[in-house]
């Protein structure tokens, strides 16, 4: 399930990304890496949370943005 965000909280997701993921090396995702290096998918995104490693295992960590972000996708 893909999480929509909004314009305003992107800074800070690709921030969260390149601070805290384990998987984010230089902007590139380890998780897609066949053997050449492949752009973090999540730092591309500016209208949704499609990495489900970052959704489950960086986003909660930020409580105040992952209830947010929570919630706006609940109500619709």
């Given at each position: 399930?893909?999480?929509?965000?909004?314009?305003?909280?992107?800074?800070?997701?690709?921030?969260?990304?390149?601070?805290?993921?384990?998987?984010?090396?230089?902007?590139?995702?380890?998780?897609?890496?066949?053997?050449?290096?492949?752009?973090?998918?999540?730092?591309?995104?500016?209208?949704?949370?499609?990495?489900?490693?970052?959704?489950?295992?960086?986003?909660?960590?930020?409580?105040?943005?992952?209830?947010?972000i929570?919630?706006?996708?609940?109500?619709?």
């Amino acid at each position: 399930m893909v999480l929509k965000i909004k314009a305003n909280q992107v800074d800070r997701i690709h921030r969260l990304v390149r601070e805290q993921c384990a998987n984010c090396i230089g902007d590139n995702c380890l998780l897609l890496d066949d053997g050449e290096e492949h752009k973090c998918v999540q730092l591309l995104c500016i209208s949704g949370i499609y990495c489900n490693y970052f959704k489950e295992a960086v986003l909660p960590a930020e409580t105040k943005l992952y209830e947010q972000i929570q919630k706006q996708n609940l109500l619709k």
